[in-house]
């Protein structure tokens, strides 16, 4: 048993392939509170995930009856700049400007280098990150394959390039077809298709940002058997999720009976994990 402690998105690392041209493989764990606990022991083992009922504001930590966005408080969510328009939209970013609800914060965060990205994620999805949020970004949406398809110096212009290929690729993943396995041979070739596509579709002043021979990047997940039916759960209505933890994948914890939860989704939750 692990003292309970306030959820958090999972943590996870890329081990390197072992031969050129494998994926690597990703490993997570949970900040448990002044310590970190590896969760792929657990996989395969009887797994309790319990919620005590006490939720905090992830920014202030204050204790709180109801979250806003992803684990805040109201007035936190109404000022944090990790609650901006523009982690949702990056394209009405104003770092660059000098502008923002902490300027220091956008300075750090938003005014840097980003990459504008395909991933396939049960389909092939566009999108943004900072740089130096490579590759965790992608593992946090579970992809399998990955492509930076171009390099700008700020968010504003990344978000400019993403809304303009909105007309042509999603945007979002569809958590049921992220936790399905695929083919990714197929799943490569298409992305390498997409990219083909975003070289003819992109406005052409966008385009001295395009990266034209990127290497795809591979990630394998510890899930390797999905069961046949997913329902997603929340701690709210179901308190303790108790079973054979199946596997890992993006943000989500897979049982073996098919409950499903979004880890990142319940930051802010005060929790116990016990395992047999």
């Known amino acids: 048993m692990m003292n309970g402690f306030p959820l958090r998105k999972m943590l996870a690392t890329l081990a390197p392939a072992q031969t ?3 994926a690597g493989h990703v490993v997570y764990s949970m900040d448990a509170g002044g310590g970190t606990v590896t969760l792929d022991q657990f996989i395969g083992q009887a797994f309790t995930l319990r919620f005590s009922g006490v939720r905090t504001c992830v920014a202030c930590g204050r204790p709180v009856k109801k979250f806003y966005g992803q684990g805040m408080c109201w007035p936190c969510f109404q000022t944090a ?8 939209r990056p394209e009405l970013c104003e770092a660059h400007l000098g502008k923002g609800r902490d300027v220091r914060w956008e300075q750090d965060h938003h005014n840097q280098e980003h ?3 395909l991933a396939h994620t049960g389909g092939v999805k566009v999108g943004v990150t900072r740089s130096t949020q490579v590759p ?5 949406q579970g992809a399998m394959l990955a492509l930076p398809i171009a390099r700008v110096p700020y968010r504003q212009l990344a978000g400019a390039i993403e809304v303009d ?7 979002r993943t569809e958590w049921r077809k992220m936790l399905l396995l695929s083919d990714v041979t197929m799943d490569e070739a298409a992305l390498l298709e997409a990219r083909s596509k975003v070289f003819e579709v992109l406005d052409p002043e966008l385009r001295p940002y395009l990266i034209p021979e990127a290497p795809v990047a591979r990630l394998a997940y510890p899930l390797y ?3 046949p039916k997913l329902a997603s759960v929340q701690l709210d209505k179901l308190p303790a ?9 993006g943000q989500y914890l897979v049982w073996a009976d098919g409950r499903v939860l979004n880890v990142r989704n319940h930051a802010g939750y005060h929790v116990e994990v016990e395992a047999a």
């Open 20 to 22: 050129a041209g494998e």
């Open 225 to 227: 058997n999905v069961p």
């Open 115 to 117: 990459i504008v990205y």
């Open 136 to 140: 965790t970004r992608w593992i946090d």
């Open 241 to 249: 999720i108790t079973g054979k933890l199946q596997g890992i994948k």
């Open 165 to 171: 290929l909105k007309q042509h690729f999603a945007d």
């Open 81 to 88: 700049p990790e609650a901006s328009p523009c982690i949702i």
